[in-house]
């Protein structure tokens, strides 16, 4: 039989971004290291693991594009449906189980890899198949076994815990593993930074090119498959970090993915396109609000620089130590002077804080950590709890900024219809707002990703930002095509 070369690097097509295998190596050894300084496991632990299954759709046998599950991935870097891995935490030694191949499994497949290849492409100690996992971890006598539950603070989802038969023969510990994984997952490697900022380079160019080609009356879904054509034909990013949104008009106020608005005809107005795509699962997350027609209203121009300011006044703020719910309060304080500057608001802005009335344009959090997924795991760790108050309560994370966090900085300021009335029936609020001015203005939503470094930040996103720079870019390219 003909030898498979292998590699010890990921790279989708030859001009997309070589991703080496010991990623993994440095994200086991930091487990590793972390749970060897926790006094609750004992000598002789071991770390087991579950991948993702491979699915169809509905009840046909239709699978659809396989995406590997995130812990499993950030440990071993398998891209192979039904796995399990393990790993003893001690020697950091690293085992991984594939599924053996049914009979006839070739007539459909053709070869299949042998067991070898797969130790050699994941640079692991040993390979078996999963029918073997309880003989071979009989073999090692681990004291415990620590598999993964535990709640996303987002979805609210519990973890696939890893399971096989005959497990009931083994110590099992459950609660362990999940917080200390979560919390290296916070905190990205030199490598894991590299795969960021290829996703962020990525889509960039792709919101980019959205913004040359938009023309009045496309639809939405066309720009849409513009982004993701444009990822997967040059970076080799086949999956999004999440479902593209897209909105016009009036629906920028609360940007969604429907059929209605995925089909809806671009007019002369507001555009708002949240999308990103991810690399080897690593996320990108870009939000940039711009006219359709290529030109910005005086209108328009003054909230969209006001977000703008807010945006930037955060970057620059940032730094270890800071408190991310201060970095919300300050983005709602710029915005709501920009506000009161122009117009729209009167009155006292210390006073404006105390009622919360930068909630009623931004009544969602400013922002949250990503890696694997968009929305990352780790953003409430034991100890830190969540602030009860208009928009802060919608926060993914209140920590303590600290130095290899990546986030997103994405404030906004957005009319939407029902809170706004709230605010203005509320004798409390009402007396801060311009009821003729506000009627005139539009939805702006900026939304950048930023990895916090020893002195303040590093932008990974790289889209035009100001107004002079988005107007330039969507001239260029309406010149170049008449």
């Not at 539009?442 to 100001?466: A, K, M, Q």
Request: one cysteine or more; charged letters at 25%; a negative charge.
């Amino acid at each position: 039989m003909a030898t498979v070369e292998t590699k010890s690097f990921y790279q989708f097509g030859n001009s997309s971004l070589a991703v080496p295998l010991s990623l993994h190596t440095i994200n086991r050894r930091r487990l590793c290291e972390r749970l060897t300084d926790n006094k609750a496991v004992p000598k002789g632990a071991m770390i087991l693991l579950q991948g993702g299954e491979q699915h169809q759709r509905y009840c046909t046998d239709v699978d659809a594009v396989f995406r590997q599950e995130s812990f499993f991935h950030w440990t071993f870097g398998v891209l192979e449906a039904g796995c399990l891995g393990a790993v003893e935490v001690e020697s950091t030694c690293a085992i991984l189980f594939f599924p053996k191949p049914p009979p006839g499994y070739h007539k459909w497949i053709g070869v299949r890899n042998s067991l070898e290849h797969f130790r050699k492409r994941y640079e692991v100690e040993e390979v078996y198949y999963t029918n073997q996992i309880a003989d071979v971890l009989q073999k090692k006598n681990p004291s415990v076994i620590l598999t993964l539950k535990g709640v996303n603070t987002d979805s609210r989802h519990i973890c696939n815990e890893a399971t096989f038969e005959n497990i009931n023969k083994f110590h099992v510990d459950n609660t362990i593993l999940h917080p200390e994984i979560s919390e290296c997952r916070v905190f990205k490697t030199a490598q894991e930074l590299e795969v960021i900022r290829y996703a962020n380079k990525i889509s960039s160019k792709a919101h980019k090119e959205v913004m040359k080609r938009i023309r009045p009356g496309m639809s939405t879904y066309q720009l849409e498959s513009l982004f993701q054509h444009y990822c997967f034909y040059h970076g080799g990013c086949r999956h999004l970090a999440y479902n593209c949104l897209m909105a016009s008009g009036v629906d920028c106020a609360c940007p969604s993915h429907t059929v209605e608005v995925d089909s809806k005809v671009i007019r002369d107005g507001d555009i708002l396109f949240d999308m990103g795509c991810e690399y080897y699962c690593y996320a990108s997350d870009i939000t940039c609000s711009f006219p359709a027609n290529g030109k910005f209203t005086d209108d328009q121009r003054m909230i969209y620089e006001i977000c703008l300011r807010a945006n930037r006044a955060v970057m620059i703020a940032i730094k270890p130590g800071v408190s991310w719910a201060d970095m919300h309060r300050l983005a709602n304080r710029v915005q709501l002077e920009g506000l009161r500057d122009i117009g729209l608001l009167q009155g006292d802005i210390n006073e404006m804080m105390r009622l919360h009335v930068g909630a009623v344009f931004m009544p969602y959090g400013l922002g949250h950590l990503m890696g694997l997924d968009v929305h990352d795991v780790g953003g409430y760790p034991k100890g830190t709890e969540r602030i009860n108050e208009p928009g802060l309560c919608s926060l993914r994370t209140t920590r303590v900024l600290e130095e290899g966090m990546v986030l997103t900085i994405e404030p906004g300021i957005h009319f939407i219809r029902g809170v706004i009335e709230e605010a203005l029936e509320n004798p409390e609020t009402a007396c801060f707002f311009n009821r003729e001015v506000l009627n005139r203005l539009w939805n702006v939503h900026i939304e950048d990703d930023i990895v916090v470094t020893s002195e303040g930040v590093e932008l990974l996103t790289d889209v035009p930002r100001t107004v002079d720079e988005i107007e330039a870019l969507m001239a260029q390219e309406s010149q170049g095509s008449n």
